[in-house]
Structures are given as C-alpha cells and as structure tokens.
C-alpha cells in the first residue's frame, strides 16, 4: 500500500552541490509531478510528466530539470543548489493528467541548501 | 491561468464548533476543485472534489463543500470540529481541459480543547 514513495526525507546541501531527489508510485499512473511548498505560498508546480515518455514546466522550472525514468518513476535535478531552493518538495500522480483527476502525494522531501 | 483565495492563513475553532474554511477561485468557466488536507510532516490527501455533479459534495472525516457558482467559490466545513482535525488545508483548481493544479495559500486550523 505505499502509494507514492520519494527519497530521501531530508537532506542538506551547500550551494553549488548537485542533487537528485527520486519519486516512485505504484498505482500504475498515468501522470506525475513535482511541487515544492513554502510558508505562505502553497504548492506551486515545478515540472510534470502527463504520460511516460513525456516532460513539461510548471510555474517554476529554473533550476531544475527532471527525468520520468519509466512509468513508475520521475526523478528532480538540482544541477548547482542555491539557497532559495530551500524548500519542502512533493511528488505527485495522478491515473490521467485530465484535470478531474486527484493527485496523490508522497510524503516531501525536506531540502536546506546552507 | 486559475488563481484561487484563501481567505485566512489561521483559523482557531474550539473543538466542537464550526469548521468553516473559505476558498474563491478566478474563472468565470467553473473549473474542477479540490479540497486536499495536510498533517504535520506528511503529504497531502485527498478530502473531496468537485467535478460537476452535485453541488454540495460530501468528503472524508465529516468534512464538506459547496460549489457556488455565482459566488465563485468552494468553500469547506465540518459541523463539529474533532482534535484531529487539526491540520493544514489547501484549496486548488484545474481549468477544464488542463491538467495542472492551482493550489491556495493553505489555512492552518487550529482546535482548542
């Protein structure tokens, strides 16, 4: 029953460090995103993948780059870790990426960049 | 592109009260919605949504919300609030024919024993 997994849960990093954070789901899904949040802004949209084989930008694409592996799994790129990318990132999917579709989460991964 | 308002970053509710938490959303075409409820270093989950069935769609623990298209908005309640209700809510919106979900800012609730 683990739905959608990502690792790690926590990590620290310098600036300049590169980082890949890894979401896996198991529903057989369709779609599959990626979210950071921070205090007071909600969940914005980093990158998404509506179909295996297929990437797109979200709301805040700089910085990033991702990979959609297989249809299981889509991996985020930090290539040179900055400060403002402190923050909380969330993997999601979704059976179909039509927009009466609910999301599934994972649990974060929670990111300092010192 | 969607914008959706949350208004009230914290709402402190006393357990037993109300739970009224308040969401508006831009579009003049009604979009799907979302009510999505997160706990304290956990992911979101899925409370109700709106695809345009009913207008007052029932959810999980109690929880429901009302699609007022007049007032463009969708805003979720629970008649009596329980200790673990204490969480962080998000309201978000998808334009038909999209696929990207717009999130609110989040109201934290609060219960008071």
């Known amino acids: 029953n683990a739905g959608v997994t990502q690792t790690p849960k926590f990590q620290v990093l310098k600036t300049g460090q590169s980082m890949t954070l890894q979401c896996a789901q198991d529903?057989?899904?369709?779609?599959m995103y990626w979210y950071r949040q921070d205090p007071g802004m909600g969940l914005r949209l980093i990158y998404y993948s509506a179909s295996e084989g297929t990437t797109d930008k979200g709301e805040v694409p700089n910085g990033y780059n991702v990979s959609r592996l297989n249809k299981r799994e889509f991996s985020l790129r930090l290539e040179s870790a900055a400060p403002s990318q402190t923050s909380v990132y969330f993997c999601?999917?979704?059976?179909?990426?039509?927009?009466?579709?609910?999301?599934?989460f994972g649990d974060g991964t929670r990111l300092s960049i010192l | 592109a969607q914008s959706v308002t949350q208004l009230g970053s914290h709402v402190s509710v006393s357990e037993g009260a109300l739970v009224l938490l308040r969401c508006n959303y831009s579009?003049?075409?009604?979009?799907?919605l979302f009510w999505y409820v997160q706990y304290p270093n956990q992911g979101l989950q899925l409370l109700l949504k709106?695809?345009?069935?009913?207008?007052l769609v029932k959810g999980i623990n109690g929880f429901e919300a009302e699609f007022k298209k007049s007032e463009t908005s969708f805003h979720l309640t629970k008649p009596s609030a329980h200790m673990s209700d204490a969480a962080e809510y998000f309201c978000a919106v998808s334009d038909r024919g999209d696929y990207k979900l717009s999130f609110g800012a989040g109201t934290t609730v609060t219960v008071r024993a």
């Open positions: 709106y695809t345009s069935a009913a207008t």
């Open positions: 529903m057989n899904h369709n779609s």
């Open positions: 999601a999917s979704s059976a179909f990426p039509q927009g009466n579709q609910p999301q599934h």
């Open positions: 579009s003049s075409v009604p979009p799907y």
